[in-house]
């Protein structure tokens, strides 16, 4: 039962994450940077501590008396998801929700799956999985494979976005995805991919503010809630910096006061898309507190944002006008990936 809360409450969080850029296309006539710092102000800054206060008991007297070295590791390890986050935007504005986040979180399925593991075997944590004790059982080398397979599921879905890309006029491309661009968004995409896999070395590094919430009485389910506080601070920091000078150099400060634009929708279309984006992490802690933080919960909420924004792109004609093969090939992609859940799922129930 554990294992199937455990898997629900990822897909939740998948779900969240994989539908939050929607929103953002309800806004008009606002310049990138400035709708997507607007969300990661409700992201980062405002939503965490709201869903700290209402499930950890005094909360912020648990983050004052933290040890500053863990403090300041988890908020550095949320610096660099920020920036990792701030691409994955950007990727999926250049490739579309389907490819955008088929190769992003492709990278980042890999790295924040693996590197745990791998990082338990050199510094063994009670508790703790290795890569060793995940090979040395059947359960394990079950998960092992889920990963394995998750990943080939994402290259091909990756394939079937280079036949969209062969077979599309530039018109096409450019209706389906309004800013499509292949070579810039795979760059950007692949950055993004390895450096988003941070926020779950952030809630590793962070683990001590989790198990000090329980241990005030707080609920195990809602534990890395406090964690999420001090990460967040470095992905607000990194998403601020770039998008402050972007609004300088695209001279779009005055998005914010425009009255030729709904700015009341704006902010709450924003706000919406920022808050359904934390919400993935919200429901990925409650995953976790199932799971536990290894290989099982990062690629089971990886696969699932994935499914829910090819979901996505095919609602929204994404790949409309693309040949039945390359269709074809997109369909097995999804196929493949969920048969890697249900490994997933059941390695981690042996």
Same mark, same amino acid.
């Given at each position: 039962?554990?294992?199937?809360?455990?898997?629900?409450?990822?897909?939740? +969080?998948?779900?969240?994450?994989?539908?939050?850029?929607?929103?953002?296309?309800?806004?008009?006539?606002?310049?990138?940077?400035?709708?997507?710092?607007?969300?990661?102000?409700?992201?980062?800054?405002?939503?965490?501590?709201?869903?700290?206060?209402?499930?950890?008991?005094?909360?912020?007297?648990?983050?004052?008396?933290?040890?500053?070295?863990?403090?300041?590791?988890?908020?550095?390890?949320?610096?660099?998801?920020?920036?990792?986050?701030?691409?994955?935007?950007?990727?999926?504005?250049?490739?579309?929700?389907?490819?955008?986040?088929?190769?992003?979180? +492709?990278?980042?399925?890999?790295?924040?799956?693996?590197?745990?593991?791998?990082?338990?075997?050199?510094?063994?944590?009670?508790?703790?999985?290795?890569?060793?004790?995940?090979?040395?059982?059947?359960?394990?080398?079950?998960?092992?494979?889920?990963?394995?397979?998750?990943?080939?599921?994402?290259?091909?879905?990756?394939?079937?976005?280079?036949?969209?890309?062969?077979?599309?006029?530039?018109?096409?491309?450019?209706?389906?995805?309004?800013?499509?661009?292949?070579?810039?968004?795979?760059?950007?995409?692949?950055?993004? +991919?390895?450096?988003?896999?941070?926020?779950?070395?952030?809630?590793?590094?962070?683990?001590?503010?989790?198990?000090?919430?329980?241990?005030?009485?707080?609920?195990?389910?809602?534990?890395?809630?406090?964690?999420?506080?001090?990460?967040?601070?470095?992905?607000?920091?990194?998403?601020?910096?770039?998008?402050?000078?972007?609004?300088?150099?695209?001279?779009?400060?005055?998005?914010?006061?425009?009255?030729?634009?709904?700015?009341?929708?704006?902010?709450?279309?924003?706000?919406?898309? +920022?808050?359904?984006?934390?919400?993935?992490?919200?429901?990925?802690?409650?995953?976790?507190?199932?799971?536990?933080?290894?290989?099982?919960?990062?690629?089971?909420?990886?696969?699932?944002?994935?499914?829910?924004?090819?979901?996505?792109?095919?609602?929204?004609?994404?790949?409309?006008?693309?040949?039945?093969?390359?269709?074809?090939?997109?369909?097995?992609?999804?196929?493949?990936?969920?048969?890697?859940?249900?490994?997933?799922?059941?390695?981690?129930?042996?």
């Amino acid at each position: 039962m554990s294992s199937l809360l455990g898997i629900l409450f990822h897909s939740l +969080g998948g779900f969240a994450s994989g539908s939050f850029y929607l929103p953002f296309s309800r806004v008009k006539g606002w310049a990138w940077e400035s709708f997507w710092i607007v969300g990661g102000v409700f992201s980062w800054l405002i939503v965490p501590p709201v869903a700290a206060y209402l499930t950890i008991p005094d909360f912020p007297t648990i983050i004052a008396n933290a040890d500053p070295t863990i403090k300041l590791i988890t908020y550095m390890m949320g610096l660099m998801w920020g920036i990792g986050g701030l691409t994955y935007g950007l990727g999926v504005r250049f490739l579309g929700m389907s490819l955008g986040n088929s190769v992003v979180l +492709g990278f980042c399925s890999a790295f924040g799956a693996l590197v745990p593991p791998i990082y338990y075997t050199i510094n063994p944590v009670a508790g703790k999985a290795s890569l060793t004790d995940m090979m040395g059982s059947n359960g394990g080398q079950l998960v092992l494979l889920g990963v394995l397979v998750c990943l080939v599921g994402i290259a091909i879905s990756g394939k079937a976005g280079m036949m969209k890309e062969a077979e599309l006029t530039e018109a096409e491309k450019k209706a389906s995805v309004k800013e499509f661009s292949l070579t810039k968004g795979l760059i950007i995409a692949i950055i993004s +991919g390895i450096l988003s896999s941070f926020f779950n070395f952030g809630i590793e590094a962070g683990k001590p503010l989790a198990e000090a919430a329980v241990q005030q009485g707080g609920n195990p389910l809602f534990q890395n809630n406090v964690t999420y506080v001090v990460l967040l601070w470095g992905g607000l920091t990194t998403n601020f910096l770039w998008c402050m000078y972007l609004n300088a150099k695209n001279k779009t400060f005055g998005d914010y006061t425009n009255p030729r634009t709904p700015i009341v929708s704006n902010v709450l279309f924003s706000g919406l898309a +920022g808050t359904m984006w934390f919400l993935q992490f919200f429901f990925y802690g409650m995953g976790e507190s199932k799971l536990g933080n290894g290989a099982s919960s990062w690629i089971l909420h990886m696969a699932t944002i994935i499914l829910t924004a090819n979901f996505w792109g095919l609602y929204l004609n994404e790949w409309r006008g693309v040949s039945a093969s390359t269709f074809r090939t997109f369909v097995a992609g999804i196929v493949v990936i969920l048969i890697s859940i249900v490994l997933v799922g059941t390695g981690n129930s042996l």
